[in-house]
């Protein structure tokens, strides 16, 4: 079976995701194809077993950069796209042939809502009329044309339903984590996460948490890492919480 994921986010969760379900694939003894977009990231598609094809889909309506993505997955079983841009043109174009024939089937990941519809403050009490015409009108019906949308969790499930998207489409698979025989609870350990330190990513609830965490395990250290706007309220908050000397 031949899979081509498309990717066109140059780091970030989606494309580590991706990665991941390259290697896996793989060495379940499928065909892998990767659309990405940077020749760093196709080394390391190229080290998890993919055959990769540096393609930058550098704006929304880059149709060049489409059709050679395009061209691409022919003789795909499956095309899978992993971001908003990949998959507006996953499920645009006309469904790649597959060899000997007949069509690709055309999978979807949704990683996480539109940013306007996420509650405040990074979303709105009422989303601006682009942000409605994009979303529960253009994108949600774009999703009727795939033959699966993948969705991390339940909660995003039902909420992509309620602003328009098909939830009869929709599969909700949790997002793959490696996890090594050496993982575990052990006493001194630490606890970390690396992301945007932007308010999208609620890091507020990881110091809450680890606040809770800390109450029983008081050995336990705790670890950020990233930058962004967010990051002097977050700092504030952890001393609010006592956690200076842990964090």
């Not at 190229?46 to 393609?55: N, S």
């Not at 509650?119 to 709105?124: D, H, M």
């Amino acid at each position: 079976m031949r899979v081509v994921l498309v990717t066109s986010l140059e780091r970030g969760g989606p494309v580590e995701h991706s990665l991941l379900l390259a290697r896996e694939l793989t060495r379940h003894g499928a065909d892998v194809g990767a659309v990405c977009a940077t020749p760093e990231l196709r080394q390391r598609f190229e080290a998890a077993g993919a055959d990769a094809a540096v393609i930058p889909l550098r704006r929304t309506l880059d149709v060049s950069g489409a059709r050679a993505a395009m061209r691409f997955c022919d003789g795909a079983d499956v095309v899978h796209g992993q971001d908003r841009r990949s998959g507006f043109w996953l499920r645009l174009w006309p469904r790649a042939r597959r060899s000997p024939g007949g069509r690709a089937v055309r999978v979807c990941t949704i990683h996480g809502l539109p940013d306007p519809y996420l509650p405040p403050p990074v979303g709105t009490d009422r989303p601006a009329l682009r942000d409605r015409l994009a979303y529960p009108l253009l994108d949600a019906r774009l999703c009727r044309r795939a033959d699966a949308i993948v969705v991390p969790s339940e909660a995003g499930a039902a909420l992509l339903a309620r602003i328009g998207y098909p939830r009869e489409l929709m599969t909700v698979i949790p997002n793959g984590v490696e996890v090594h025989e050496e993982t575990g609870p052990r006493a001194g350990g630490a606890v970390g996460t690396v992301s945007m330190l932007e308010p999208v990513k609620a890091l507020d609830v990881f110091l809450r948490a680890a606040a809770r965490v800390r109450a029983g395990r008081p050995d336990t250290r705790f670890e950020v890492y990233g930058t962004g706007s967010d990051e002097q309220r977050l700092a504030s908050l952890a001393r609010e919480l006592g956690l200076e000397d842990r964090l």
